[in-house]
């Protein structure tokens, strides 16, 4: 008797250890994302695993995918680069890496003359730091703010700031660059989930500023695709400055250009686009988008694809 007992708590403690090490170890990084939730697709508060962001500087070792399964695909967040100099070719080069490795991957993609045309070359670009960190020097070189856009293609439609004179941030690092934690593709409801978490830059922001509108949401990868209309049917947590875009679909209309908003001419997203501004009211949040290549009869229209910005 005491054989069999002593050979089922074998058993029993070979099992537990089993099912720890599937659970928190093989599938630790993708859990989040298999788990059922009210919108059908995938987990509110998915995460992406540590080594999210690729370093596009190992050429050829760049991974589409961490997490790949029969309705959904995870692209890793590519890290921003310093573009100062280079020219619209080695851009086009750049962006046409990483659309073969995102979801719109298309051998005979060329980067859309609207949106990147009037790219000029040689000049610098505006770097991230300038724009969010109260301590930057006018006139830097860093990481380009636009290449978080470029870098990331599967992620049609992105949070950013308006380059307005306001401090967002007392403190620098990379959780101030507002690059995504995850870009997900859920194939059965054709919605890309690209989540932020906001937390540390959303505290970093002056308390006097919390109550203007500081984002945006950014179409360059949209519009470079064919998705230009956009309409948001569904939101929470968040205040839209104007509500045309929750009544009607409105037009993406960014580009790159050689610009003047910082006083020095650098390449640079324009133009403003007040529809597209909103105010993050508290965490989490959420916008929903339905996204179309021509313009829709009206907003109940099926969607070609749709975007789901989640912020935590």
């Known amino acids: 008797m005491k054989k069999i007992l002593l050979i089922i708590l074998a058993i029993e403690l070979v099992a ?9 170890g093989t599938f630790s990084d993708n859990r989040t994302f298999l788990r059922a939730s009210a919108n059908g697709y995938g987990n509110t ?31 890793k967040v590519n890290a921003p680069l310093n573009f ?9 080069e ?40 109260e ?7 860093g990481l380009s703010e636009e290449s978080r856009f470029i870098n990331n293609p599967s992620a049609l439609v992105m949070l950013d700031v308006p380059f307005s004179g306001v401090t967002y941030g007392r403190h620098w690092g990379e959780d101030m660059y507002l690059l995504p934690e995850s870009v997900v593709y859920y194939k059965k409801e ?8 906001l937390k540390r830059f959303f505290n970093e922001i002056h308390p006097g500023n919390k109550d203007k509108f500081l984002y945006f949401l950014d179409g360059l990868n949209a519009r470079d695709f064919g998705y230009p209309w956009v309409f948001v049917y569904e939101s929470g947590g968040v205040t839209f400055k104007h509500d045309n875009i929750k009544s ?65």
């Open 16 to 24: 537990v250890f089993v099912f720890y090490h599937i659970y928190y």
């Open 45 to 75: 508060f998915a995460h992406a695993p540590a080594d999210r962001y690729n370093d596009f500087s190992k050429e050829n070792e760049i991974d589409a995918s961490v997490n790949v399964t029969q309705n959904i695909t995870e692209f």
């Open 84 to 92: 100062d100099r280079k020219t619209k070719a080695e851009i086009y």
């Open 94 to 133: 750049i962006r046409k890496k990483f659309v073969e490795k995102s979801l719109f991957k298309n051998p005979e993609y060329k980067p859309s003359e609207t949106v990147f045309g009037q790219i000029v070359d040689g000049e610098p670009w505006i770097p991230l730091k300038e724009i969010y960190y």
């Open 135 to 141: 301590k930057s020097e006018p006139r830097q070189s």
């Open 190 to 197: 054709n919605t890309i989930k690209v989540t932020y978490s």
């Open 248 to 312: 009607a679909p409105e037009k993406f209309r960014k580009f790159i250009h050689l610009g003047m908003s910082t006083g020095i001419p650098r390449n640079n997203g324009s133009p403003s686009h007040k529809e597209l501004d909103f105010r993050i009211d508290k965490l989490p949040s959420r916008i929903y988008m339905k996204l179309w290549r021509e313009k829709p009869s009206s907003p109940a229209e099926k969607a070609d694809i749709n975007v789901d910005l989640t912020f935590l």
